[in-house]
């Protein structure tokens, strides 16, 4: 019994995000959430949504809009760095009680809970969508691969749910990883030791097998290579790393946030410009090269990840209308990430399949995208994602005690 007590009182500890990170409602008061943060999070789901939906614009907006484009690829890598940072505190945090099955379960559990069942019932929908728009029925055996993120691991086959290849890379991480730490503590008691070098092998192996895939013919950036998971664990590795040094040296860590925003912010924008180029007076996406097939995803990530020291220690005075909409767009942004592209495809391609003709039922067709998209994931958020999030609180303790239990009885 003494295991499932510390498994109970390290089941609140091993995830340091309480009901107030994760509230039903959101008011105009004071929250415990990192500002800075929710500003990196509300600017990653913006960038992929305006991305997404400003095809139905093109015809009828200047050429340099086209810029835009890009901005879903950043924003998802964007998403993998934070991810990696939060994971990756919370893992340090839990340090070396890690090595406890229990407490490993209970990670699983309070993160599954955190993204399983909204994902579920967005495949769900995605099917019915397929056959609401294009009469196509989804074969079992590929719904049960989309369900465990089994269509794009070692190779692309994604044929339904495309946006979902980035969730399937932090679904794997969120098993993968983890699981290594605890292999590892039960060979080792360092646990620095262990979290550097397990975050190390994930970063090598990822940056090595897309080095080595990049030449071949089959190989491209925007898909292969960006959406295989098991070629982008080291974008989730910047931030795991990044979250140690957070951790490990807090004092350096604020001193240098300044400087580090600087650079992350010219990283970022330089390696922006290298997406594109200038043909015949026109913006153009950029050639498929070796560089964007392989080290321009890690200088991206490294970018980004010189943005979390600042945006890590912005806390806030006071809130105030923009910071709320800021907290808001946040809170949404993993339902408003599976919401807003199947309502893009049922307003520009059902609902008013004709306005695209226009420059105002363009914009029309773009302001009912964006407000859908962000009043449904308001809703989801507000009635479905935070109730679960809310129910882990009372399942993982529950599973830890019998883990525990279970322990003593065969011990």
Excluded at 95 to 115: D, H, K, M, V
Excluded at 384 to 397: I, K, M, N
Aim: glycine residues 4%.
């Amino acid at each position: 019994m003494p295991q499932a007590l510390t498994a109970r009182s390290h089941g609140d500890a091993i995830d340091r995000v309480s009901d107030d990170k994760f509230p039903s409602r959101l008011d105009r008061t004071h929250s415990p959430r990192v500002f800075g943060l929710d500003v990196l999070r509300a600017i990653a789901i913006l960038s992929v949504v305006f991305a997404h939906f400003s095809g139905v614009l093109s015809p009828h907006i200047p050429w340099w809009f086209d810029l835009v484009h890009h901005g879903g690829f950043y924003g998802v890598e964007l998403f993998f760095v934070l991810s990696g940072f939060l994971i990756g505190r919370i893992l340090i945090r839990s340090g070396p009680e890690l090595q406890e099955t229990s407490n490993l379960a209970t990670f699983y559990i309070r993160r599954w809970f955190r993204t399983l069942p909204l994902f579920w019932l967005f495949l769900v929908f995605n099917v019915w969508l397929e056959y609401f728009l294009r009469n196509s029925r989804i074969p079992l055996s590929e719904i049960l691969a989309h369900g465990f993120f089994l269509r794009n691991f070692a190779a692309l086959k994604m044929s339904i749910f495309g946006e979902s290849w980035s969730l399937a890379i932090e679904e794997w991480f969120y098993l993968l990883f983890p699981a290594a730490l605890w292999l590892g503590l039960k060979l080792s008691k360092r646990f620095d030791a262990v979290f550097l070098s397990s975050a190390l092998v994930f970063f090598l192996f990822s940056t090595v097998v897309r080095v080595l895939s990049a030449p071949h013919a089959w190989a491209t950036w925007t898909e292969w290579q960006r959406r295989i998971v098991i070629y982008r664990f080291d974008a989730l590795m910047i931030g795991v790393f990044a979250a140690w040094l957070s951790l490990r040296f807090k004092n350096r860590w604020r001193a240098s946030a300044s400087i580090c925003a600087v650079a992350g912010i010219l990283l970022v924008l330089g390696l922006y410009a290298t997406l594109w180029k200038i043909s015949d007076h026109q913006f153009l996406f950029s050639d498929d090269t070796y560089f964007a097939r392989t080290f321009r995803f890690t200088f991206v990530s490294l970018g980004f990840a010189l943005l979390l020291p600042i945006a890590s220690t912005w806390k806030l005075a006071r809130e105030t209308v923009l910071s709320t909409m800021i907290r808001r767009i946040a809170l949404w942004s993993y339902a408003l990430y599976l919401t807003h592209w199947p309502i893009a495809q049922l307003i520009s391609d059902y609902f008013l399949k004709d306005w695209k003709a226009s420059a105002l039922g363009a914009f029309t067709a773009f302001a009912l995208q964006l407000t859908a998209s962000i009043a449904i994931s308001g809703l989801l958020y507000r009635f479905f994602e935070s109730r679960c999030t809310h129910l882990r609180d009372r399942v993982a303790p529950v599973i830890a005690d019998f883990i525990g239990r279970e322990r003593v009885r065969t011990n």
